[in-house]
């Protein structure tokens, strides 16, 4: 049983692929999935039967994660596919994005909860502007580590020089960007050089294979455990015989470290307790941190709803109507300068009006294209926008959880935008 | 490595705990589907976390197919009991005597679809504009591409081509009035993280899923068990076999598998080494390639 018990220990890391489908990312996946035994008896027939439908030789394994009936009849992937796998260390989840349509909106729902991204190069074609893109949007979302897999290396007769060129070519492009944790493998999904298995064809590579990279990378520090955050999702009361007289506050802290007994201060009140209890449901725990989900009860009798923050009176976030967010477009209806949008951000709702458009970045070049105005689905650019009442946040740098915003137009009630505070 | 690291049950865990709390935040009406299998068993468990010392602020319904095996039933009556928590029952047969449903014929008739009709019925009629289901994406390729916080038209169909993007914790449940979401927070679990989170948090689950003796016939490469609605062929034969549910459906749908995993540790081991998915011996899902994604665009959860 010592298996089942080490699986208990495990901890969850969620990476994103994104690329085109000749680049090997399915058969990279593939691979992942085979190795981890992820994928099932039942549906590699499946597959099997469907490739022999379709006339098409081998398995495709694209249709592992093509779960529509259109994507298969199109051969496109229209959605991002979660995927699942775990090692004896760790659990993975996937967030497989399509490489062609809607490729960024994709792409950043994608990278918006990810600890990793997994960039895809073609040993034979170097860093291409999809790579640009890839590395630009995972810098924008701030994803803590990139791991660059130069893929196909059998096909360039597994060249050091090859490898040390897309290297030095793809530094130089992300010294432009915010890339904190880079890591490069030669690989070759097919053959399975450097996936699982270390590679006998390439000597000079001394780094580590990729699902060693996936099971070691340190995660531990990817959540902000320094700024307390707590928004409050809902005011426990149970009024019962049982608890007559409590009052707790329920939801996920969200960055920081909360402990019984520690001074905080409520947002947006201003107003100062002391933490009486960290109440869980398998009874109560003295020290909370982010991501757990817990309910707190204070010393003192103070107003509090949904959408307020515990905070720290000495570290407080930014709070204010008027914040400046870089945005990606992610409806067919343009964005409406001086529009109205419905705004959501940690557990408050509220309304907010577009201000200035103030320039849309071209994601091949990275320049910022200031005269251009027009925000349509797919771009990306920084705006300003007012709020109806103020927001307790900080930038996305600091905390993705309290950096981070949704727009929701009102008519049709679409989740339109995705946005970073700056 | 410092102490502020969570196993990935426990960020499941939160995950789950944070959905449902958002969905008695942004709902005026939810429910939750109970089903008495694991999934919802889980479910309920999580539920009870979210919101305690209080109860869950929300009732449980049950779509009853008349199909169940007696001892989901069973554990499902027990449970309620014990914890005082609000249940609501839908009878598919009611769908049936109305008229809005219509039995299958054949050998075993499944009830399985006709489900959707009186879960439908069922949200129409208490007003619930939010159902919280219990489906994992590791499940199904359809499911696969469903959020957390899954929006339905009038008629309570699912449009996969336009889903609304899902990113970082911000959820969107806004819908116009006779729209409702299918909300599913353990969608990130997989069958393994369930029966791990099972014997982590030593819940109790009906005997169906541990080895027990039963008669049963095999059709189409499912073992199916004995029961008033399954009639057999000319060449078939009841026999007696060592079995257990790895999920638990209809019987005339769910197929069993031979197993001596009596204890929760053996189910995991099982699990463990098992090359075969929990679905695969689901009849319901083997009509078609794109059987799920059909069911599911006509209000199926």
Redesign the interface.
Known sequence: ?S??KG??????LRFTTAGSVDDGKSTLIGRLLYDS?AI????IQ?LQE?NEQRGEEGINLAL???????E?EQGIT???????F?TPK??F?IADTPGHIQYT??M??GA??ANLALLLIDARHGVIEQTKRHAFIASLLQIPHVAVCVNKMDLVDYGQEEFEKIKSDFKKFASKLEIKDVNFIPISALKGDNVVERSKNMDWYEGSTLIHLLENI?I??D?N?VDCRFPI??V???Q?E??PD?R?Y???IEGG?FKTGDEIMTLPSGKKSTIKSI????GEIHEA?????V?ITLNDDIDIS?GDMLVRANNQPQISQDIEVMICW?NERKLIPKGKY?I??T?QTTRCIIKEIKYKIDINSLHRLEQENDLEMNDIGRISIKTTKPLFFDSYRRN??TG???L?NEAT???VG?GMII | MNSYNLTHLKVLESEAIFIIREVAAQFEKPVMLFSGGKDSIIMFHLARKAFFPDKIPFPLMHIDTGHNFPETINFRDKLIKETGEKLIIKLVQESIDNGTAIEESGLNPSRNGLQTVTLLEGIESGNYDCALGGARRDEEKARAKERFFSHRDEFGQWDPKNQRPELWNLFNGKKNIGEHFRVFPISNWTEMDVWQYILNEKIAIPSLYFAHKRQVVSRDGVLLAKCAHISLKKDESWEEKTVRCRTIGDMTCTGVSESLASTMEEIIEEVATTRVTERGGRADDKRSEAAMEDRKKEGYF
């Open positions: 049983m298996e089942s699986y208990l220990d495990m901890e969850l035994k099932f008896e039942d549906q499946n469907v592992l994660t093509d779960g529509l009936r259109s298969r229209i959605d991002v596919a979660y995927r699942y775990a760790r659990k989840i909106r994709n950043v729902t918006s909860t340190h531990g520090s959540h455990h999702q809902r426990i009361r149970p019962s049982l608890h409590y707790g329920a939801g996920r470290v109440d869980t449901f398998n941190f982010s991501p757990m989900s309910c949904r992610m419905t959501r951000h557990s993705r959880n981070s915003i949704i929701v009630n679409e989740t995705a």
